[in-house]
């Protein structure tokens, strides 16, 4: 007996259209017949209630996507980058990597096929920058402002901030640049929203000090200007996030005032009259709040605001302070605004640094003791605390004997080179050692705030107790991006500062940077 899938009854044929994802192919289907548009439609509808059922819930599942195949092109490892939705793609702008190179560079993640897609765009080129935020409006990406840090050559550049405005035309794949009477300072490092015709910028780093000032872009006539609002108002900050509440509301979360100065409070922005009026909202089940909002964008579904963080009952070291301040000040600020903050750090590390005899011009030497516990052990000897161990050159110099070099003298020369060679080989297996054995850090965790009454007179917003399960997330990181798909919250790239150690030798400072993709799915649900 022969059955097609148009003898299936409604019931089964929606619970197969919910198998398909929720992109274009779902989209095409209601093309099919009369019958298959209303069965799509009522997926559609279930897929969002369920959705924001389970973001109230707290039920929501992380799933990683695994590395693209190596023959398809793939976007490189970047943290401080701007991304935002269009249509059935996440788009990614900039950003940086672990050595403070900026790109600008715009690429397409196809959300049905889950593959990367670089686009060779035409027109004026923004300049390659971090900490820019990028806004969609009428099939185009408003690029504002951002940060990009300087060539080694010549020396002692400045940090650039920038004030640039492009504006991306998705039909035409050009960048078009803006130029304005008047403008913000160059910003990095804030937040915006779009209301209306209007994006509305808040805070940032401007030219070495933190912003609380709001500016305002109309997107008809791209003309800016400075709005004037309430003397009570946030702290000036920067790594803040923005949520659009409608045309005439935003809020604004978390934020640093300073380096490793992380802020929790929340504020409303009601913006309506000639003054707009700045009001803090009151925040309940704060025990459930995450430890820090900072540093990345946070997302809005429904009556709901979705922020990473890490659990409160994970195990911290020293929570992170010490491991992430130098990316947060590096990363989000110009050095001149944390100078002061870091001063005894410095001081602290210059100290132990002029303690050793063979760094800052100085000429030691290596006792025969050290040399022979260097051969008599299978890690590295002591005085390479003070050697960079990525540099080979240094590592050679290091692994020399005592013994005298004469010239013309060929056996002894061919035994430092394969001293040299032993010294190197230990070296780099012990680094690969601690990569493998890296500790397990800790994970990216969901965080719930419902927002239900926040325009209310009260202004109140209340944290959701959810149940951490055991469902490991992503390694913790700051300045990655997190976007609302269909159905789905997308989380790419960041940056991670850790320490690791060489047993008896002090810390090394590693900062890894991340490309990998993330998703933040509801369970899946039968009809």
Known sequence: MECRIDDLPDVLLEYILSL?????????????SKRWFHATKNVIQHNKAHFQKSVAYGSLLWSAWPCSIDWMPTIGKRHSHSACMYDNSMYVFGGCTATCTTFNDLWRLDLDTR????????GSYPSPKSCATMLYYKKSFILFGGWSYPSPYPLHQQWKLFNELHVYSIESNKWIVINTLESPPPTSAHSASIHKNNMVVFGGICNGYRSNDVWCLNLDSYSWHKQTTSNLKPHPRYGQSQIELGDYHLLVLGGCTGPNVAMNDVWLLKMEGTTWTWKKVNMHNTEWAPTRIWCHQ?????????????NKCQK???????????????????P??????????RQENDSRIDRDVNVNGRHGSFSRASVQNAHSSSHPPNFTK?????????????????????????????????????????????????KATKRTGNTLSIFVLDITNVLCDECTA????????????????????????????????????????????PDMDESEVYNDLYFINPPRYVI
Request: aromatic share 4%; charged share 25%.
């Open 462 to 505: 209340s944290w959701i107790p959810l149940k951490h399960n055991n469902q490991s997330g992503p390694d913790e990181r700051i300045l990655y991006s997190l976007v609302a798909g269909r159905g789905e919250l997308i989380v790419f790239g960041g940056i991670r500062k850790e320490q690791t150690s060489l047993q008896s030798h």
């Open 316 to 334: 911290k070291s020293n929570d992170m302070n010490i491991s992430l301040k130098k990316v947060t000040s590096q990363r989000t600020a110009p």
């Open 386 to 434: 003070s050697l960079p161990l990525c540099n080979d050159n240094v590592l050679s110099m290091a692994a020399f004997r005592d013994e005298p070099v004469r010239n013309g003298s060929n056996s002894n020369r061919q035994r430092q080179l394969e001293s040299i060679r032993r010294m190197e080989e230990r070296i780099r297996n012990r680094i690969t050692q601690l």
């Open 115 to 122: 593959t990367w897609v670089r686009l060779i765009t035409m």
């Open 20 to 32: 398909i994802p929720p992109y274009k192919d779902l989209q095409e289907c209601k093309l099919v």
């Open 298 to 310: 946070a997302c809005k579904v429904g009556n709901y605001v979705i922020v990473l963080s890490i």
């Open 336 to 345: 001149r605004t944390c100078d002061s903050d870091n001063s005894h750090e």
